[in-house]
């Protein structure tokens, strides 16, 4: 059965503007919080909101809602163009290969606040080192070396602690 | 997990986008083929959305709405109908390879109508469609094969010149581009394609360096889509590439 998302997805790839606008109203805050966490200005911010939108209008085959969570889709394609922007780089990743395996149910306010709640406990149970490692890799885009160099830490340590901070996130929602 | 030990951290940071050159060619031909890892990697980009999700709280301007709505209005669209479900690039990889190899027949046959009937015909009837893969799979093996000795025809006594064939499709921004005869570059130097559009700033097209025959290709490099291209140019940049030319180009589509 289509979820509400899917449905949404599929009256946009009919181009129904209506759908566009409420698959706005659900996630236009996730998309520019992503992207103003990574850019830290409130109009280069706004741009990546409606360059991410514009892409979902022009290419809704490009999410797969057979194959993941359209919030987290967003989220993480967000994260990547803001990135790039962030970078002065052109668009690394096809959208369309960007497929999101997310456990928590993110469709409606009440969820996304449980969960958020949940990943903030998570975030904050971790040793300051190895969340550190995880935001500056996610948030400010950083490769295993540049924090190596940045942190003095080895670099071996730093993959370590990257993917057990991943890890960490997962385990909160499947214990 | 059955994940492979050797590429769990390098997942992580593939998934971060964080990887590059050998390193980053290695995950993806691995993932080519391992379906567990595959599915990790999955996982991992849910992992990201989760932290993601942490930075929730700011609400956009409300003229944003308005904006992309504006936006949106001038740029209607036609219904479009979904004919197959999408497949992750690992899969459609192939299909990459059959249109890649379709351009390449276009090429060498001087895309003759012969060769349109006989796609028209490959389209309708899947086994045929299945053999013609095949064939493309040789074809593009002979075509980008290090052993394959690569020859440019020329009007007799000239001298071999430097040549790029750009084939290019707006509506799905697929790029298919071959070049011969390429001078060498001193190793911190690489050529960079360039799509150069009707209106705007020229868009990177991927970075190439000829191997010893001076031949390279580029096979369906990540464009936009819908970019309507007046042509295409190369120019010799810094070995990473530039975001926009720092060179004249030495050699333009005509």
């Known amino acids: ?175 | 997990m059955s994940v492979h030990e050797q590429f769990a951290e390098d997942l992580s940071l593939y998934a971060l986008g964080a990887l590059r050159g050998q390193e980053r060619l290695a995950v993806e031909k691995h993932l080519e083929t391992c379906q567990d890892c595959r599915h990790e990697l999955e996982q991992l980009q849910g992992d990201l959305a989760l932290l993601a999700l942490s930075a929730s709280g700011p609400r956009p301007p409300l003229h944003s709405r308005e904006r992309l709505m504006a936006a949106i209005a001038k740029e209607p669209r036609r219904a479009t109908v979904r004919l197959v479900q999408r497949k992750p690039w690992w899969i459609a990889l192939e299909w990459a390879t059959a249109v890649a190899a379709v351009a390449m027949i276009v090429l060498l046959l001087r895309q003759n109508t012969d060769l349109r009937q006989r796609v028209a015909a490959l389209e309708a009837d899947s086994s045929a469609q299945q053999k013609q893969l095949l064939q493309a799979k040789e074809l593009i093996a002979t075509l980008t094969s290090a052993d394959a000795v690569h020859f440019t025809l020329v009007a007799a006594k000239a001298p071999p010149q430097p040549q790029g064939k750009a084939i290019y499709l707006r509506s799905t921004g697929t790029l298919v581009f071959l070049a011969s005869n390429m001078p060498e570059l001193p190793p911190q130097k690489t050529y960079e394609l360039w799509l150069i559009p009707t209106s705007g700033a020229p868009i990177p097209a991927g970075l190439f360096r000829p191997d010893s025959h001076g031949s390279a290709a580029l096979i369906k490099p990540p464009l936009p889509t819908g970019v309507e291209a007046k042509t295409f140019a190369i120019t010799v940049e810094p070995g990473t590439g530039s975001a926009a030319p720092t060179s004249t180009p030495i050699m333009v589509g005509t």
């Open chain 1, 1 to 175: 059965m289509l979820s509400p998302d899917a449905t949404l997805v599929s009256a946009i790839r009919s181009g129904d503007e209506q759908a566009m606008a409420q698959l706005y109203e659900r996630y236009s805050s996730i998309v520019y919080s992503v992207a103003l966490r990574v850019l830290g200005e409130t109009g280069a911010a706004e741009d990546i909101l409606q360059e991410v939108f514009m892409q979902l209008w022009r290419n809704p085959d490009a999410f797969d809602a057979t194959r993941g969570s359209l919030p987290g889709w967003l989220a993480v394609i967000t994260r990547n163009r803001a990135i790039d922007s962030l970078r002065k780089r052109r668009p690394e990743t096809d959208i369309s290969d960007v497929v999101v395996s997310v456990e928590p149910d993110l469709a409606g306010s009440a969820e996304l606040n449980r969960a958020l709640e949940k990943i903030r406990g998570a975030l904050g149970g971790m040793p300051p080192p190895q969340r550190s490692a995880l935001e500056m890799a996610f948030f400010e885009g950083l490769t295993h070396t540049e924090i190596a160099d940045k942190t003095g830490e080895p670099l071996g340590t730093i993959k370590t602690r990257i993917r057990a901070g991943l890890l960490t996130l997962r385990k909160a929602f499947c214990p």
